[in-house]
């Protein structure tokens, strides 16, 4: 499981890199952009009191006491966008983790060498969730380095708060998308329909916010339980250790399929429900 696990974490150095370098680069100028933005705080109130508010929505609380407050900007220039920019790496990672060598023709010989499939995908799992921890270290010391050029007197721990937050959406969508990949067809289908989960409900925790008869459906949405920018002040313990659980549930799912899963020598597979549940039993032969 070892082998599997820095083999899985070796074949991510170019998505840690290029995912990680790029995050912290960004984060460290919008900390340095910090001051700038706070000195002209009345004119941007008066710009985006002019915005409807169902755009300035999906940004969460703009209010003055709120969006010029440390946490309350880097919710609003970073952290609002992250799941969905960071998901997309989630989606799919998670879908292809196991399927793409299957519709690529290797994965029924790596399970032709002396290695159970427990330890395969096991490896593979905390391959990804080590490179998503990567990713979000790299980030993390990208707004570290930038808090030497702004006002931002936030600590490490105060800034790693709302990553921890982050880190769970990631491995909600990430496992959504590999117990997808393990019941649909093909890898392109799990990947395309958690990206749909995800944006929709980005819009809908967004437009809940304006609207009130959305706030039940958004109950049921996981990125309502994103908390952003306000993980910096207080991070809300119950609602990490819940996306956390259902991540761990989907994983859980995945690999029982994955042990009953037939695999396919290369290319897409079909749909077949009765696989769900158990492999079909023999025909006769006539």
Do not use: C
């Not at 912290?24 to 706070?38: I, K, Q």
């Amino acid at each position: 499981m070892i082998t599997v696990f820095l083999h899985t974490l070796a074949r991510s150095r170019g998505a840690i890199l290029g995912w990680g370098i790029s995050l912290a680069l960004l984060g460290m100028y919008l900390m340095t952009f910090y001051d700038t933005l706070a000195e002209q705080q009345e004119t941007i109130m008066q710009l985006i009191s002019s915005y409807p508010p169902e755009l300035m929505a999906f940004f969460g609380d703009m209010s003055a006491l709120t969006m010029f407050t440390p946490e309350g900007y880097l919710g609003f220039e970073f952290f609002s966008f992250m799941p969905l920019v960071l998901g997309v790496f989630a989606v799919l990672a998670g879908s292809s983790l196991l399927v793409a060598d299957e519709e690529n023709g290797t994965l029924d010989l790596v399970l032709a060498y002396p290695i159970s499939r427990t330890a395969l995908f096991m490896g593979r799992l905390l391959g990804l969730v080590a490179a998503l921890a990567a990713i979000l270290a790299l980030t993390w010391s990208g707004l570290m380095i930038g808090r030497n050029w702004s006002s931002i007197e936030l600590s490490g721990t105060e800034l790693a708060r709302p990553f921890l937050s982050l880190a769970a959406v990631l491995l909600f969508f990430g496992a959504l998308a590999l117990l997808l990949s393990m019941l649909l067809p093909s890898r392109n289908l799990a990947a395309m329909a958690t990206g749909l989960i995800l944006v929709a409900s980005y819009f809908v925790t967004s437009l809940a916010r304006i609207d009130d008869s959305l706030e039940k459906i958004a109950r049921f949405s996981p990125l309502n339980y994103y908390q952003g920018g306000n993980a910096v002040v207080d991070l809300n313990g119950q609602w990490l250790l819940g996306l956390l659980g259902v991540a761990a549930l989907f994983a859980l799912l995945a690999a029982w399929r994955f042990q009953r899963r037939d695999i396919r020598v290369a290319g897409e597979g079909s749909w077949q429900w009765p696989l769900l549940w158990g492999k079909p039993a023999a025909r006769p032969l006539r």
